[in-house]
């Protein structure tokens, strides 16, 4: 059987979001899986972005990593998704990219895919949750199969405990992310094989 193909799709302005989508890859591949990591475009305006330093290199940064496509989504049996929480909604850049891919899960290309997502925002109850929700709600309109962390591994306890999916805050993304972060790509895989077997 082929290993199952897992796009993680991200989108960054700091780095947090950046670390936990290659956190995200690596666990994928140890789990068997062929990966794609591609990043949503930037839409804000240039002179938006480099007006602020860290906003500037952090896209610097992530130069080298191929922009998210719809052949992407179509090629991936499963996806996650990384991105920032902006006023309890996913960022911007995220749902424009979700508005380009109507012509995919009109014609059911996005059905029977698994789904998984992570967040970030400032503080501990910047509508993390809500964020996740709605990425949910969006994969459930595309028919794509739900696969969240839930309480299923001590490492969810050990970083704040959101059974949605991975959520940072100021604290930082740090080891016990990692681990959760792993666990989640993992258990993404293992559902995504089970479906394509």
Do not use: C
């Not at 956190?23 to 140890?30: G, H, L, P, Q, S």
């Amino acid at each position: 059987m082929a290993p199952p193909k897992i796009a993680v799709v991200l989108y960054s302005t700091s780095g947090t979001n950046h670390a936990v989508a290659l956190t995200a890859a690596e666990a994928a591949r140890e789990a068997g899986a062929e990966v794609r990591l591609v990043r949503i475009p930037e839409t804000a305006p240039k002179e938006v972005v480099d007006g602020q330093e860290p906003w500037k290199a952090q896209l610097e940064k992530m130069a080298d990593i191929p922009e998210a496509t719809a052949d992407d989504m179509e090629w991936a049996d499963g996806y996650f998704f990384s991105a920032p929480t902006r006023f309890s909604v996913v960022a911007s850049q995220m749902r424009a990219f979700i508005d380009t891919l109507g012509g995919l899960w009109s014609n059911g290309k996005l059905a029977n895919k698994t789904f998984t997502a992570t967040t970030s925002a400032q503080n501990p109850h910047g509508g993390q949750e809500t964020t996740l929700l709605g990425l949910y709600t969006t994969a459930m309109h595309w028919g794509a199969v739900i696969v969240v962390p839930g309480y299923t591994d001590q490492s969810i306890f050990d970083a704040s405990g959101n059974p949605y999916g991975y959520s940072a805050n100021a604290n930082g993304y740090d080891e016990a992310g990692k681990a959760a972060v792993a666990h989640q790509a993992k258990r993404l895989v293992e559902m995504a094989a089970k479906i394509a077997s």
